[in-house]
């Protein structure tokens, strides 16, 4: 008697036999298996682009001081400058990796690759103690020249009767010389004193570009210009959405990675030993240029620890580059955004998982335009290195488009000029106005309170009169930097005449069009 899964097929029709077989051979030809890896490549690799940073920092001292620097080499000390335009010009380069997220130009990647402030935190520190050594230093020497002083004082006073003309004048000469060195370099020691704790470390953004895969790369005006839309708040979720600036994605690029599964079917979640496998450009340009233009990489891997609502962690390996790389799994579908690797090894990455950036999909842009990223920090006191995942270094936010930045300019210059016209007027509050609510610096005056700039101006206004500002520029020095030249007149109340002279002022804005930092310029 044959039976075969429970039925009978001796007490069974043949005809109703064939149809059974029939239906399960149909049935099992219906399961979906997984695409090969090497398809699952072809198909994303064009959403897949490399993203290129240029920015620089500034740290401005309390004492009002204020220094440039940019990282070069990893491991290797800041370059630091006494001019932002030197900044400018000598601007780190760094890369990353991000992909498109639909047909409006919308790209996601890490929000350490377009906002870097991190990255400068260690620099910052390191600067601070050369800071502290020059202190020292110079407490040593005043030390060292002043004893030097007191030997030459006692030297005279001893042998004062037995000395000549000549050799009286040269030891006075000698003496001069030394408290001349003493009162520099105690006005240096003067300049470089500060409240380490009212430090503040800022990034600029000079450009944030990508690149296409298969295309050629030869400088960086190859790189498509883009501007920052969102940045998660959340500390731990390392993710931000950058966009083109016309908004469009390239026709070229017709398969986005899938963040959500086939017809609104459950999705199984990922599970340890699952395979996964990231597109990136792991190590910028160094890997990806080739001999046909720049291309990414694929690698593969398994998740090896049960995965949580904020990390994933699997056995890919990665380089500085990768962050912001999708993670997919066997099916094709987002599971990650790449983020960080365990410290001294490159056989273990950390993702953010794909929920977190549906969800900063779903919110409200935070701004266009992000250019510059401040905070406070204990500048004698550098931050502690951060936890085993370190994030790769990667770019920040970019200018906006030529006819838009152009627009920006005009409003930023009409903001000087009714800033202008409101001091000349004596107008405090509608001065107040133009400020950003985080004024970092306003000459000598680091982070000053509406009393703070009230008392500063009672204070000049009541020694001048008639004072008033002829613009006869306004400089354009980076995208939110201008410096104001003015022939500055006033009515000095003490010496009972007018004054003029030259004057060259510095204005920076924040994001939102407001003046952050006012200081002269020699």
């Known amino acids: 008697m044959l039976y075969f899964r429970g039925i009978n097929y001796n007490a069974v029709p043949m005809w109703q036999i064939v149809f059974m077989l029939l239906v399960s051979l149909v049935l099992s030809s219906c399961s979906k298996k997984p695409e090969d890896p090497q398809a699952l490549y072809e198909k994303y690799r064009s959403s897949v682009v490399l993203v290129k940073n240029q920015y620089y920092y500034s740290l401005t001292f309390d004492n009002g001081m204020r220094l440039f620097f940019t990282l070069n080499e990893k491991g290797a000390p800041p370059e630091i400058y006494d001019t932002e335009g030197e900044a400018v010009e000598h601007a780190s380069i760094a890369f990353g990796s991000g992909f498109f997220v639909g047909r409006d130009g919308r790209i996601a990647t890490n929000r350490h690759v377009v906002n870097p402030l991190n990255q400068g935190k260690e620099a910052a520190g390191y600067i601070a103690r050369i800071i502290v050594e020059i202190k020292r230093m110079l407490g040593e020497k005043i030390e060292e020249k002043t004893a030097e002083q007191n030997k030459l004082r006692n030297y005279f006073d001893t042998n004062f009767d037995s000395l000549d003309e000549n050799s009286i004048s040269e030891l006075k000469q000698a003496y001069a010389n ?78 986005f990675i899938p963040m959500e599964d086939e017809g609104g079917k459950q999705e199984t979640p990922p599970a340890i030993n699952d395979d996964v496998f990231m597109i990136g450009y792991n190590y910028g340009l160094e890997l990806a240029v080739t001999k046909e233009g720049i291309k990414s990489q694929f690698t593969a891997g398994k998740i090896t620890q049960e995965p949580d609502d904020n990390r994933m962690l699997y056995s890919i390996p990665t380089l500085p580059g990768s962050s912001g790389s999708p993670i997919i799994d066997k099916w094709g579908r987002l599971v990650a955004v790449n983020f960080a690797k365990i410290s001294d090894t490159q056989s273990f990455s950390f993702g953010i998982p794909k929920d977190r950036l549906v969800e ?30 370190a994030p790769s270094p990667a770019p920040a936010t970019a200018p906006v ?11 930023y210059r009409s903001a000087i000029r009714g800033f202008v016209a409101a001091e000349d007027s004596r107008n405090f509050e509608r001065m107040y106005s133009y400020f950003s609510d985080n004024l970092i610096r306003y000459w000598d005056l680091s982070n000053p309170t509406h009393n703070d700039l009230l008392n500063r101006y009672r204070y000049v206004w009541g020694k001048t009169s008639q004072s008033r500002n002829i613009i006869t520029d306004i400089r354009k020095i980076t995208d939110r930097t201008f410096d104001l030249y003015t022939e500055y007149e006033y009515y000095d109340r003490r010496r009972e005449r007018t004054i003029s002279k030259s004057s060259r002022v510095r204005y920076h804005f924040d994001g939102s069009g407001k003046i952050d930092e006012v200081y002269g310029v020699e």
């Not at 500060?194 to 190859?222: E, R």
């Not at 935070?366 to 085993?388: H, I, K, L, T």
């Not at 488009?401 to 409003?411: I, T, Y």
């Open 178 to 255: 030394l408290e001349s060195q003493i009162t520099e370099m105690k006005g240096l020691l003067g300049r470089i004193s500060y409240n380490p704790d009212n430090t503040t470390i800022q990034v600029h953004v000079v450009d944030i570009g990508v690149a296409y895969d298969n295309t050629y790369v030869t400088s960086l005006q190859d790189f498509k210009s883009c501007v920052v839309v969102k940045q998660s708040g959340d500390e731990v979720v390392d993710l931000a959405l950058i966009q083109l600036k016309d908004k469009r994605t390239p026709g070229h690029i017709t398969s």
């Open 360 to 389: 900063l999909l779903g919110t409200t842009a935070s701004g266009a335009d992000a250019g510059a990223y401040a905070e406070r920090v204990a500048s004698d006191s550098p931050p502690a290195a951060a936890p085993a995942p």
């Open 401 to 411: 488009s030529p006819a838009l930045q152009a627009n920006r300019d005009e409003v």
